[in-house]
C-alpha cells in the first residue's frame, strides 16, 4: 500500500471543522468481487491517498483508513456508492464498522428544490466549479483496470487527479450546506417584493419556485407579495356551524343561540372562510404585514432551503 499525503489550499469562509471529503475509485461496481484501489480524504488543507499497489493491499488500506477518521465527526461524499462499498469490505475483512454521521450531498434537500434530477454538471456550476480535466466513466474504469495489472505510474496519476477533483467538487458543493447558517443582514419592500439582504455566498443564482436568491455584493432574496384571495378553514370543522339567512359561518358558542333549523353542520371541506388581503409567496403563503420582523422572514426563507 501507498500513503501520498499533499498540502493543498481549501476554500476561504467555509467551515468544515470535524468534517472529511471521502471519495473512493474501485475496479468496479461489485462489493464482492471487485477492489478499492483508491480512497481519497480531503480535510485540513490536506489531501491524503491510499492507493493500492497488489491485491493483498486491500485490508491494509481500510485499517489505515479507519485511523485517519478517528479524529473527525462526519463523513462528506458525493453519493451514498463510496461509504456503501467501505462498509461492505470492512464486513468482508471482519473489521470493525465505525460510526459516523454521514453527509450525502446528493441529497441535499435545497437540490430538489431547484432541480428536478439535477446532473453533477449541472451542480458544480451552481457553486461554481470547474474542472480541469475531464474523462468519462467508461474511459476511467478502464485507466483502472489497466493500472491493476500494470502499476503504471502514468496511469496512477491520471486516477489520482480524478480522484482529488471530484473531492474538491464536494467541497464546492459543501458550500450549499452552509445556507442554513446565513445570518439575515436586513430587509425592505420595494414595489410588489419583499427584499431580504445576507452576506454574500460564492455560488451562482438560483431560484426555488418564485423565490429569487441573487449573489452580487449580497445575498438578495426577493420574495413576492401577492394580492390574493384564499380560503382559510377553520378547525375543528364540529365547532362551527353555516347561517344560511346570513350567509355566514360562526362559531358553535354563538350558533347554539339559534334554532337548530336556523343553522348547518359543515364538513372539513366547506369550513372556511375567504380572505382577500397582501401574502408572502413562499411557503403557506402567510399574510403579509409591517409587524413583520426580520427573524420571522429569515425563519421563512430558513425553511424553503434547509
Do not use: W
Request: glycine content about 0%; hydrophobic content about 40%.
Amino acid at each position: 500500500m501507498l500513503e501520498k499525503v499533499e498540502y493543498i489550499k481549501l476554500l476561504p469562509n467555509v467551515n468544515t471543522s470535524k468534517t472529511v471529503f471521502l471519495d473512493i475509485e474501485t475496479s468496479g461496481l461489485s462489493k464482492q468481487s471487485d477492489l478499492i484501489v483508491i480512497v481519497g480524504l480531503l480535510s485540513d488543507n490536506m489531501y491524503t491517498s491510499l492507493i493500492l499497489e497488489n491485491i493483498e493491499d486491500e485490508k491494509k488500506i481500510l485499517i489505515r483508513l479507519l485511523e485517519l477518521l478517528q479524529p473527525f465527526e462526519t463523513i462528506c461524499t458525493y453519493s451514498n456508492f463510496d461509504l456503501n462499498f467501505i462498509i461492505a469490505k470492512l464486513t468482508q475483512y471482519n473489521l470493525d464498522i465505525p460510526n459516523y454521521k454521514h453527509l450525502d450531498l446528493k441529497k441535499l434537500s435545497i437540490l430538489k428544490k431547484i432541480y428536478n434530477k439535477p446532473t453533477r454538471i449541472q451542480l458544480e456550476d451552481l457553486v461554481k466549479f470547474e474542472r480541469k480535466m475531464t474523462i468519462s466513466g467508461r474511459a476511467l474504469a478502464k485507466i483502472i483496470k489497466n493500472y491493476i495489472k500494470t502499476n503504471s505510474s502514468d496511469m496512477l496519476e491520471v486516477i489520482l487527479s480524478h480522484n482529488k477533483e471530484d473531492l474538491f467538487s464536494c467541497l464546492y458543493l459543501y458550500k450549499l450546506s452552509s445556507l442554513k447558517n446565513l445570518t439575515p443582514i436586513s430587509f425592505q419592500k420595494v414595489e410588489n417584493n419583499l427584499i431580504v439582504f445576507y452576506n454574500a455566498i460564492d455560488i451562482n443564482n438560483f431560484k426555488i419556485n418564485n423565490i429569487s436568491f441573487i449573489i452580487e455584493e449580497t445575498l438578495t432574496v426577493y420574495i413576492p407579495i401577492i394580492y390574493v384571495t384564499k380560503k382559510r378553514f377553520l378547525t375543528p370543522h364540529t365547532d362551527y356551524f353555516y347561517i344560511k339567512s346570513q350567509n355566514q359561518i360562526v362559531h358553535k358558542s354563538i350558533a347554539q343561540m339559534l334554532p337548530t333549523s336556523a343553522r348547518q353542520k359543515l364538513k372539513k371541506e366547506t369550513c372556511f372562510i375567504e380572505e382577500t388581503d397582501f401574502f408572502l409567496d413562499i411557503a403557506n403563503q402567510p399574510k403579509f404585514s409591517d409587524k413583520l420582523t426580520l427573524s420571522e422572514f429569515h425563519k421563512l426563507i430558513l425553511e424553503l432551503i434547509v
